[in-house]
């Protein structure tokens, strides 16, 4: 199987996708499965380019040391429909964000989905099979889902920016993506290494 392109998104690419591109990294690469794994924003959030924020703040720098991640070298930066096209998936942190990027580019729906939607219905549709390529995984996972299904905002898609709370909600942030994340190695790329232990790996 080639390498997949996963590009994960949120508002200002400063707290949660490059939190969940660096835990996904991490989990593939301890795996042994190639893949890329990026992270940007869709721009909601343009007075931080133009307030020179383009660090992630000490508090997610601190949540991922735990993870013997070292974020320091992260820039923040806004997706464009390039980037969209080019990935075999999609992973928006909140409803916004796949919204956002079905927007901008209209071929990228069926591959863009909420992190915590896609372990849902990847639970639902099965684990994908010896052999299958992810985008036909994602295929089945797209059955019976419709755009309307993703307006509003709703807990049981979102994730919350940690940004402006408490320390600890950045821990627990980290934890949350964590968790998910491999969930959804566990489904996506278990077949290829392991299975599932890759669930508690």
Same mark, same amino acid.
């Given at each position: 199987?080639? @390498?997949?392109?996963?590009?994960?998104?949120?508002?200002?690419?400063?707290?949660?996708?490059?939190?969940?591109?660096?835990?996904?990294?991490?989990?593939?690469?301890?795996?042994?499965?190639?893949?890329?794994?990026?992270?940007?924003?869709?721009?909601?959030?343009?007075?931080?380019?133009?307030?020179?924020?383009?660090?992630?703040?000490?508090?997610?720098?601190?949540?991922?040391?735990? *993870?013997?991640?070292?974020?320091?070298?992260?820039?923040?930066? +806004?997706?464009?429909?390039?980037?969209?096209?080019?990935? +075999?998936?999609?992973?928006?942190?909140?409803?916004?964000?796949?919204?956002?990027?079905?927007?901008?580019?209209?071929?990228?729906?069926?591959?863009? *989905?909420?992190?915590?939607?896609?372990?849902?219905?990847?639970? =639902?549709?099965?684990?994908?099979? @010896?052999?299958?390529?992810?985008?036909?995984?994602?295929?089945?996972? =797209? =059955?019976?889902?419709?755009?309307?299904?993703?307006?509003?905002?709703? @807990? +049981?898609?979102?994730?919350?920016?940690?940004?402006?709370?408490?320390?600890?909600?950045?821990?627990?942030?980290?934890?949350?993506? +964590? =968790?998910?994340?491999?969930?959804?190695?566990?489904?996506?790329?278990?077949?290829?290494?392991?299975?599932?232990?890759?669930?508690?790996?």
């Amino acid at each position: 199987m080639p @390498p997949v392109n996963v590009l994960l998104l949120c508002s200002a690419n400063l707290c949660r996708s490059p939190m969940a591109a660096a835990l996904l990294h991490r989990r593939l690469t301890a795996a042994g499965i190639p893949a890329t794994v990026d992270s940007a924003g869709t721009g909601h959030l343009a007075c931080l380019a133009r307030n020179h924020v383009v660090t992630p703040p000490d508090e997610i720098r601190a949540a991922l040391a735990g *993870f013997g991640i070292d974020m320091r070298g992260h820039r923040r930066r +806004d997706a464009a429909a390039a980037d969209l096209t080019a990935a +075999d998936l999609i992973l928006g942190m909140a409803r916004e964000h796949v919204r956002w990027a079905a927007v901008t580019e209209p071929t990228a729906w069926p591959r863009a *989905f909420t992190l915590k939607e896609l372990v849902r219905r990847g639970t =639902q549709a099965g684990p994908r099979c @010896p052999g299958e390529p992810v985008s036909g995984w994602l295929a089945r996972a =797209q =059955q019976g889902r419709a755009a309307a299904m993703l307006l509003g905002d709703s @807990p +049981d898609d979102d994730i919350a920016d940690p940004v402006g709370g408490p320390r600890t909600g950045y821990s627990a942030t980290a934890t949350l993506l +964590d =968790q998910l994340l491999g969930r959804l190695v566990a489904l996506c790329w278990g077949g290829e290494s392991g299975g599932a232990s890759l669930l508690n790996s």
